[in-house]
């Protein structure tokens, strides 16, 4: 179907009408919109004692949820039947987005003695042992704000009830924002760092994004210096209203440090919301360099372990024990997932090795057979290193070591069967593999407009955490929740060393200048901008720098819009003496996630090496103390990698000062070959985009028969779709299917427009299965505008329904700047 001229004229006239702009939510199913329920944001210099005439007038029945300050806005209760778009249009508004609710991201808690002193890994990654032996920083007098959204807690209310019947109390340690010294280590880094604790809740269970905005503005009323949030969504675009409020905040003087998530296995795009402010902090995660484990020790050597989550404790077998290798026809270890794999084998009493492989069957099978068949226990190697999370089974002890362990007792076991396990009763410290690199679970960025996030790492995987953020409560944890408190404690220590509180993007670029980027295991390239940013903190780097290096990023965005021909990058010289910068230039590997056409970016991108070239004016340049030198850089786009693919390309511009002490500054680059508007939007693989229809009365669905008319009063239909990448706008269209001319738009549960709309997640966190949104079409008449306040009854005929999603980084003002999908012909 060709889509006309209509397309550029209504756009077009949105573009004049619209007073305000709703900024519809998305139907995601981590994502609850509480209906009626909106956040309102003013145009500078109006307030809402003005726009309370203008609800009045125009009978706008509602009921104030909250009022914000530093946000000129207020979130509020509709009861009359105003819709999103209805209030965008109240003269003085600016902008409308519905409330959501937000559901925490799961973190996987240890079952560890949080007591054991396990910090030292991650504190020697990041500099921070040397900065509090050698400075004694310890955080003192700066003031962390903790924004969590909690579960299962109850506390007496603070500015009322938020959301229908629901009591949402956002609730401070004690009665009021109780300032309290840490009874132990904040998160180790910056241990007498003052914080506030604000946790917001709701009787559900869940954080609402207007209950998280009070929260924030409160730690910031309450001299908050630094704040760390995470909100448990994905990724959309920077128009939230947190980040709207993040970057408020940060600009008067605040820091705002928020987890990049940890949808690491969806792929890229998929950088939270909280961090995608302009001037916040988004922080990926690196795993601890080292961690206090059980081990055995086996011919000679020790190998740690963990044991599976169901056997839940360290293992204790007798000597008699010995390990058994269960191997394959070919002598190869076997996965140990089918009971012939051990037929032959006496493993009666024994530990079995097998292999972790997860391509049959999981550790709960793999331990099954094993014990079906006699094994008194279970070794698993990793695969495809470090230490697998084992979920097994509570009657039998199953254990999983490192995949390099696995081949070293595999030839001691062949050298000599005899040779007896010997299962430690206490914990030591051990380098993993993997290790000091990237972890896997960190979410891959790059956002829906190419900005790079997420922005900086901390040390992340396997790591002492405050659990939850009630004091005295701890575990040892994995996930960007735990780099991002860190991260916000290596900021308190920068504070310190400067005697002064930094603004955000202050503090953001110093940490960004001396991060060190890191590689993936057993790699020899630096692993990409769009998983790491600017690598792992490295705070006795931050605190010893004497070059500020502007911007903290540089965005090169894609083949079309290509940013790079000409870019200024500042040195300033910050130190006491004259000092002599050597440009240089490290290129990261290039990460491919569309190959083969597949319309749902890959969960493992594929790392190759398409590099940009880089040229810069001068490859030396001296600096006298205090005084600033340009240099201008220009960026060539990478000659290798195809443009059909996509290529997220990236690396470092690095000046590194003459002197033996001095500290290296890079700025993080990143780009994507290809033409982004040719991005795959809607992923097909599934059959969606699609409209069911589903009878109540039979109660069966199915897609819509050419030239159904549906009969509203027993038939719903749904729009199902899947997003591989995000879109600045969605709609669903009615077009004449004879002319091709568009009728209007149809209304959905979500409205009719449903705005700009991030990525699906690959697979839907409560059911495992691939993720998809739904959109109930509501009732058979259509908007003739995304901002018309009435419908109107669509006269009998044939018509095509459309989804139609903008291409990235297009104006939308050209039938080519959309991707559409023709879901059904019916007729009216
Ligand atoms: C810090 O924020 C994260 C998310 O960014 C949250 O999940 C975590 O609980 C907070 N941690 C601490 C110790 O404040
Ligand atoms: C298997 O080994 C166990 C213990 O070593 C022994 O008691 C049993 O007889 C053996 N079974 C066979 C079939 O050899
Ligand atoms: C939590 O555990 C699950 C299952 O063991 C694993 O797939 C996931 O990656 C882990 N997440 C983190 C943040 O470690
Ligand atoms: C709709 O299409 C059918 C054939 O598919 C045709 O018979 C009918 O006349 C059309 N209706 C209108 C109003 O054009």
Redesign the pocket.
């Known amino acids: 179907m060709k889509i006309t001229a209509t397309l550029i004229s209504l756009a077009a006239a949105a573009g004049i009408v619209a007073a305000g702009k709703f900024e519809p939510s998305e139907a995601r199913p981590d994502v609850d919109i509480v209906e009626g329920a909106f956040i309102i944001e003013y145009e500078d210099g109006f307030n809402h004692a003005k726009a309370n005439s203008f609800f009045n007038s125009r009978k706008v029945n509602y009921k104030l949820r909250g009022e914000f300050n530093q946000f000129n806005g207020v979130s509020i209760d509709v009861r009359s039947s105003h819709k999103g778009e209805d209030l965008a249009k109240i003269p003085g508004v600016k902008r409308v987005w519905p409330v959501e609710r937000y559901q925490l991201p799961k973190q996987n808690l240890s079952k560890e003695d949080p007591a054991s002193p396990h910090l030292t890994g991650s504190h020697k990654m990041t500099g921070v042992d040397y900065v509090q032996k050698t400075f004694k920083y310890t955080g003192k007098g700066i003031k962390v704000g903790v924004i969590d959204s909690g579960v299962d807690y109850t506390h007496p209310a603070l500015g009322g009830c938020f959301g229908r019947g629901c009591r949402v109390r956002y609730g401070i340690i004690g009665a009021d924002a109780r300032k309290v010294k840490a009874p132990q280590p904040f998160v180790g880094v910056a241990p007498e760092v003052t914080f506030g604790a604000y946790r917001i809740f709701s009787c559900a269970g869940r954080g609402s994004n207007d209950n998280i905005m009070m929260a924030m503005e409160l730690a910031f009323n309450q001299g908050m210096n630094i704040i760390n949030m995470s909100l448990g969504s994905g990724s959309a675009f920077r128009s939230t209203p947190i980040a709207v409020l993040s970057d408020r905040l940060t600009a008067r003087g605040m820091s705002v440090v928020a987890s990049a998530g940890n949808d690491g296995s969806d792929g890229v795009w998929s950088v939270s919301n909280a961090g995608l402010g302009d001037l916040s902090t988004s922080v990926a995660s690196f795993d601890n360099i080292a961690q206090a484990y059980f081990y055995l020790s086996y011919a000679g050597k020790e190998y740690p372990y963990a044991f599976s989550s169901s056997w839940g404790k360290d293992i204790n077998l007798p000597a008699s024990a010995t390990i058994v290798p269960v191997l394959d026809k070919d002598g190869t270890l076997s996965d140990g997932c089918l009971p012939e794999s051990y037929a032959g084998t006496n493993v009666t009493g024994k530990v079995v090795l097998v292999l972790g492989d997860t391509t049959r069957c999981k550790s709960g099978g793999r331990g099954a057979a094993g014990k079906a068949a006699g094994a008194a226990g279970m070794i698993v190697q990793s695969v495809p290193f470090g230490l697998n999370n084992l979920g097994g089974n509570p009657d039998f002890p199953m254990a999983a070591i490192e995949n390099e362990a696995g081949n070293q007792i595999l030839a001691a076991a062949r050298k000599n069967p005899a040779s007896q396990i010997k299962w430690s009763t206490k914990k030591k410290s051990f380098r993993l593999e993997g290790g000091g690199t990237p972890s896997d679970f960190s979410s891959w960025g790059f956002d829906g407009e190419l900005r790079l996030k997420p922005d900086v790492a901390g040390p992340g995987g396997n790591i002492l955490s405050t659990y939850p953020v009630k004091l005295g409560s701890y575990a040892i944890e994995s996930g960007t929740s735990m780099s991002s408190p860190y991260v916000a404690g290596a900021h308190a220590l920068l504070f310190n060393a400067h005697k002064k509180i930094l603004r955000g993007q202050d503090a953001r670029q110093i940490l960004k200048n001396t991060a060190t980027p890191g590689k993936f295991f057993n790699s020899k390239e630096i692993a990409p901008v769009a998983k790491q940013g600017a690598g792992l903190i490295n705070i006795k780097n931050a605190i010893n720098v004497k070059t500020l290096f502007s911007p903290d990023k540089i965005e090169l965005l894609d083949s079309v819009h290509f940013a790079g021909k000409s870019v200024e990058v500042k040195i300033k010289n910050v130190g006491k003496r004259t000092a002599t910068y050597t440009l240089s230039h490290e290129a990261a590997q290039s990460a491919i996630s569309y190959r083969g056409g597949n319309t749902f970016p890959l969960g493992d991108p594929i790392l190759a090496k398409d590099q940009a070239t880089v040229k810069f004016s001068q490859d030396k340049v001296t600096v006298r103390a205090g005084q600033t030198a340009k240099v201008k850089i220009q960026f060539k786009e990478p000659k290798s990698g195809k443009a059909e693919e996509f290529p997220f390309y990236s690396g470092y511009i690095v000046a590194t000062p003459n002197g033996k002490d001095s500290v290296p500054v890079r700025i993080p680059y990143g780009g994507i070959k290809g033409d982004i508007s040719k991005v795959p939007i809607q992923d097909t693989d599934f059959g969606t985009p699609v409209l069911l229809v589903q009878n109540s009365k039979t109660g069966q669905s199915g897609p819509i028969p050419d030239?159904h008319k549906i009969n509203w009063a027993v038939e719903q239909p749904y729009i199902y779709s899947r997003l591989g990448s995000h879109t600045p706008s969605l709609s669903i269209r009615l077009f004449e299917t004879?002319t091709s001319k568009q009728i209007g738009y149809i209304n959905t549960q979500a409205g009719r427009d449903l705005g700009a709309v991030g990525r699906n997640r690959n697979l839907n966190p409560n059911t495992g299965k691939p993720a998809f949104s739904s959109y109930a079409w509501r009732n058979g008449d259509v908007f003739e505008t995304l901002t018309s306040a009435t419908p109107f009854k669509v006269p009998?005929?044939?018509y095509s329904v459309a989804l139609v999603a903008q291409r990235k980084l297009t104006k939308g003002d050209s039938p080519k700047d959309f991707e559409t999908f023709v879901l059904a012909k019916i007729?009216y």
């Open positions: 030239g004879a009998a005929g044939n007729s």
